[in-house]
Nanobody, 124 residues
Framework: QVQLVESGGGLVQAGGSLRLSCAAS????????AGWFRQAPGKEREFVAA????????NYADSVKGRFTISRDNAKNTVYLEMNSLKPEDTAVYYC?????????????????WGQGTQVTVSS
């Protein structure tokens, strides 16, 4: 079992930055693939970024490529999402997810563990 707790969300103006953190507990997090997803009101949960367990492989949604950076610090059992040049369309609840695996996938249903989410609101 892995417990995930996100933090770092908030209200920011367009063009601003936020850094989300996802703290994991309960197991050896360095053996888990991790991902960030988001869900806006009335929309499906969508993939944002994912990172392999050692951090050597990352994937990004086209909509955030070049603006967001996923990283992890396994010594701290934490995954980060650095978000720059934020746009109003980035407004959503952001979720951290994890799965015990050696590969990286982008589908929400593949992940076994989820955090409670953190709200990100970008004003225009």
């Amino acid at each position: 079992q892995v417990q995930l707790v996100e933090s770092g969300g908030g209200l920011v103006q367009a063009g601003g930055s936020l850094r989300l953190s996802c703290a994991a507990s309960g197991h050896t997090f360095s053996t888990y693939t991790a991902g960030w997803f988001r869900q806006a009101p009335g929309k499906e949960r969508e993939f944002v970024a994912a990172i392999s367990r050692a951090g050597s492989t990352t994937n990004y949604a086209d909509s955030v490529k070049g603006r967001f950076t996923i990283s992890r610090d396994n010594a701290k059992n934490t995954v980060y999402l650095e978000m720059n040049s934020l746009k109003p369309e980035d407004t959503a609840v952001y979720y951290c997810a994890a799965k015990y695996s050696t590969v990286v996938k982008l589908i929400p249903a593949w992940y076994d563990y989820w955090g409670q989410g953190t709200q990100v609101t970008v004003s225009s």
